[in-house]
């Protein structure tokens, strides 16, 4: 048995109080005068033996509302060593504070201190928030904890709570103490709170739910374009992703979206309770460059969220490399060496420019007859992480080689060459190739025939589809999805060798959309705290990101990788908004960084933990807290005995008066 507050326990010296009011009051002798001595000794002899026994009642119950009044204070508790979560010896202890948008933070902290004052100064905490930055992973005395407590600010950073929980319990696992503990001072949002990837292992755990209540969000969840490149004078079509987190329907919500400051489409939508709805916003692209924008939503009480950013970086041109086996390709240059947005180099294939292969959006392989080991690796790392490829083959194509390394990319195969002439019968009109070539579906579209042509031959591990086919099924034109890129696979060669489709009325769009739709948007935003690196097109060391609308400026760290150069923010970067890049003065590049959009689903978990006992923080040394139920028992028995007391009282003087 211990004490909360063992200072109250000094009221027990009360218990004199009624102890002497018994002794001096009652056993205090009265001269009563009588006429008849007979009558007192009657009175007497009835009442006597009653009287005492309520008198000493009264005595009990007057002693038992002080005990019970002074334990009510003090605060009593059953030590249980075994769970305890301050124990005698050297505790270790991990502190959690959840420094989100949707936490009270002073509330936060002031739990936290409180925490720490339970301690000793010879105990040892760790402080963590939702940065989890690597200055918070060590251990240091009371004293530097509680000033730490008073630097936490506000983070846009949103982690799971099973990433907080198991990085808590891997510190403790490199620390050794008596006791281990870790506290979780949070609101626990329902979006964040994923207790089915908690660690279990043998260290206590304290879930000390911050008090507060469910409230009504519609927010912009996220935003993207089907769209395949940004080009100027080509529309752009926005889909945005809004939801509802409230508990009431919401009817016309104005969405605006602003380009370069200003607003150039607009859309109201209704919302019931809990609906996710995608909204389509049209823009047509103005200029080249960099265009900072927004889509904005009006609603409160949450406002944080109310906009969500985006850049657009339109390039001034699209740039292909074209690997040929003997030379240029007569009808490509002829396409593109008058166009201004597409940009193509020509090397031969013995000497490529591997190094400048990461400033291509696409590779075209013109009439191939053998890959080097070598190129075929180079060309791999770029299908895999840069860009698109293209291959067309040729009558002198060593199949074996060929096939080696399309094989090692997990594509199709090319069979032995067919000499039969063939027709094209079907194209497929819904391709993203065929985007914007037909006004109407059409049937009288004339289609391309092959003199020859090599089958391609599909594998289990390849994926494929069909643009261009055959009337024997076989496909005249392929395209291989790949994780970021494209493969684009022809049966015939670029000439009228093979075929006449360098002369048909398919081989200008469809080459040109090959061209452009392989162009790599560059990302149109980025999550704060969950994606540090952010690429950049500029190779310059040196360079300075600052904030288009704040004060926000920062010089951030320059990595080169096999996609170029990126740029990693190190957590420099706190507010949402778009941002600039700058190189001595002059823009190179934007992006944009948006909150997290778990935080703003304001639903919070208000039920215990499931398998884990969440707990008040009203606990001490060695100890399990009383509950208020049980403080309850003891303002119940006071009253109790109050009662008693009066009733007794009552009683004495009855019987005084007879």
Known sequence: MGFQNPYFLFGLFALL?????????FH????????????????????????????????LFRCLTIVFLVLLFSAPYLKNDEKALVKDGENVVVVFVDNSFSVRLDRAKAKAKEIAEMYSSTDRFCLLTMDLSGKERHFVDKDRFIYLLTEIETTPTSRMM???????????????????VCFFISDFQKSCLDEENFKHDSINNVFLPLETGDLNNIFIDSLWSETKSVMQGRGVDLKVRVKNSSNQDAEKIPLKLFVDNKQVAVASLDMKEGESKVVDLSFNVERKGILHSRVNIMDSPVVFDNDYYFTLLVEEKVKVLSLNQKGENPYLMRLFSEEEEVLIDNYNLSNPPYNDFNTYDLIILNQIETIEDGLAMELKKYVENIGSLMVVPSLQMDLKNVNSFLNSLSLPYYDKLKTQKVRVNKYDKDNFLFKGVFSQDRDDIFLPSAKMYYPIKTTAQSARQSVLTYSNSDDFFVVCPKTISNVYMLSVGLDTT??????NSLFVPLMWNVCVLSQQANPFYHIIGEEEIIPSNSAEETLVVKGLNDSIEFIPQVIKNQKGYSLKLHNQATKSGNYNVINNGEIVSGFSLNYSPKESVMEFETKKLKGIESQNLKFSKSQY???????????????????????????????TKQ
């Not at 990433?163 to 281990?180: I, P, R």
């Not at 093979?498 to 002369?503: A, E, I, R, T």
Request: hydrophobic share 40%.
């Open 28 to 59: 205090r002798y009265k001269k009563v005068y009588f006429t008849n001595v007979s009558v007192l000794r009657e009175i007497e002899i009835k009442s006597k033996k009653t009287s005492n026994i309520y008198k000493w009642l009264l005595l």
């Open 17 to 25: 109080i009624p102890i002497v009011i018994h002794f001096f009051n």
């Open 625 to 655: 807290p009383l509950t208020s139920h049980n403080q309850y028992i003891f303002v119940l028995l006071s009253l109790l005995t109050i009662i008693c007391e009066t009733i007794l009282i009552y009683k004495l003087n009855k019987i």
């Open 162 to 180: 099973s990433e907080v929980y198991n990085t808590a319990h891997k510190l403790l696992e490199n620390q050794n103490g008596d006791n281990k």
């Open 498 to 503: 093979f075929s006449d489709f360098v002369n």
